[in-house]
DNA sequence: TTATAAAATTGACATTTATCAATGTTTTAT
DNA sequence: ATAAAACATTGATAAATGTCAATTTTATAA
């Protein structure tokens, strides 16, 4: 369940890939470890490769690593009963997993699974925690990443359970443009029922609002490509709930 | 908006009394203190008292300070457009509170507000950030139970977006029990609306499913006290949904 | 204590959202 | 190229939840 095919101790992370992993547009949290540290990480590092719809963590197991985002695209989500899924975030490259609960009992709170092809760093949790103890700038830093990443799942679920559908799309369709894919038609590479499970509605229902949008020419669909024609309807939308 | 009567510098806190500050029955996050660090920390400490209703921690404004509560019960919560409210955590005696956003952004993500009489410390954030760059296991201890407090919070959201109003009750029921009051017969305190906004439902809504588990002997309401007879129902409840 | 306000409850009804089944479309594997 | 599977769309309908208004109960202040 945990990393499937840990390949070879990671050759091309000789060349310190980890000071180029950035987060959410934020400085480089490994940017202030000493080189001694960097080497550390570096040495225990394992490159794994995952094929889309792979499995990168799993919830409920312990949580033994962090894991990097070289390239591709991760969803993380919460698996409830039956068959229930909520995505809370996408994750692209460049990005820092730590799968809900690192800090927590070491156990995993939500599931983690490539949506493209992925790319990633695993860290033993040790060694994380051996770097907080060193180094407090990194201690700081990982704390506010952490942070960061929590909050906006927060603020996302807290939409999610306050507007109606219709908000909940609009605002979906903003992050992904702004946040996620930072182009404006872009393409999600996300089937209709992974966009329903980010918004927590049915994948008829999600379908439904997308369909009044685009008769309403706020935006253009083809496929799993996005365009967004009207966005200030969308942003009026999501603060109208 | 920030601390409304800050009183004179902890005269009681001479005693220490960061060292019985727990939280969430973890360890002290501050026994890992030096005593000098100690110091530091109880002379920049204010002591701060509010009434029942009064606002200990305001949205969207800036997050100087973190607070820990010494005795009393608060709510946290966010405000959403146009009135909506959605209480995501009580916090009661020995509990620390960040306001969601101290590591990010300096702004705070939710208000806290006081539901009984709050008696309370406010501690800069400077002096908390000092402290993690001298001290790594404050700095941990920190990150452990920040996370906690996030993940609890999001766990309880994902459990509002995918269970119908009657597992969502249960659920609450239960985790007042449990977490909160720790004892059966329990008096919240809280008014209908405040426990359909930690629902996330109207208040109407929620009063119907408490007399619907009334009237199945499920549990005994006498105004804001709530006696729980059949557990186990609660828990079928919650689980289904 | 009484008047007044606030909170809780109830009912009727409207709206939102999910469910189920049918059909069309695209992708995948032979 | 064709069959099979997976995915997307649509419609009809049922269920869940919210809204509004009226009423009762409880708390509060003069």
Redesign the interface.
């Known amino acids: 369940m945990e990393p499937r095919i840990i390949e070879e101790a990671c050759a091309r992370c000789k060349d310190h890939c980890c000071t180029r992993c950035l987060n959410d547009g934020e400085l480089n949290i490994f940017n202030c470890l000493t080189k001694e540290e960097l080497e550390l990480l570096v040495k225990e590092k394992r490159h794994v490769h995952f094929k889309a719809g792979e499995t990168i963590l799993k919830q409920n197991t312990s949580a033994s690593h962090i894991v990097c985002i070289r390239s591709g695209l991760a969803k993380i989500f919460?698996e409830?009963?039956?068959d229930?899924k909520?995505i809370?975030n996408l994750v692209a490259t460049h990005s820092i997993l730590t799968g809900?609960?690192?800090?927590?009992d070491e156990i995993r709170?939500f599931t983690v699974q490539a949506v493209t092809e992925v790319d990633c760093c695993f860290i033993y949790s040790d060694k994380i925690?051996e770097l907080?103890?060193?180094?407090?700038?990194f201690?700081?830093q990982?704390?506010?990443l952490?942070?960061?990443q929590?909050?906006r799942?927060?603020?996302n679920?807290?939409?999610?359970?306050?507007?109606y559908m219709p908000g909940r799309v609009a605002d979906l369709l903003l992050y992904l443009k702004n946040e996620i894919f930072q182009s404006n038609p872009y393409d999600t590479r996300l089937s209709r029922q992974e966009l329903a499970d980010m918004t927590?509605m049915t994948m008829e229902s999600f379908i439904r609002i997308l369909k009044e949008f685009k008769s309403s020419a706020i935006i253009a669909v083809e496929g799993s490509n996005i365009h967004i024609l009207d966005e200030d309807a969308l942003i009026i939308l999501g603060?109208?709930?």
Chains 1, 2 share one sequence.
Request: glycine share 16%; no cysteine.
């Open positions: 919460a409830g009963e039956g229930k909520l809370l809900g609960g690192i800090f927590m709170q925690f907080v103890s060193k180094n407090s700038t201690a700081f990982l704390l506010k952490n942070n960061r929590n909050i799942m927060l603020n679920l807290v939409g999610i359970t306050q507007k927590g603060k109208k709930g």
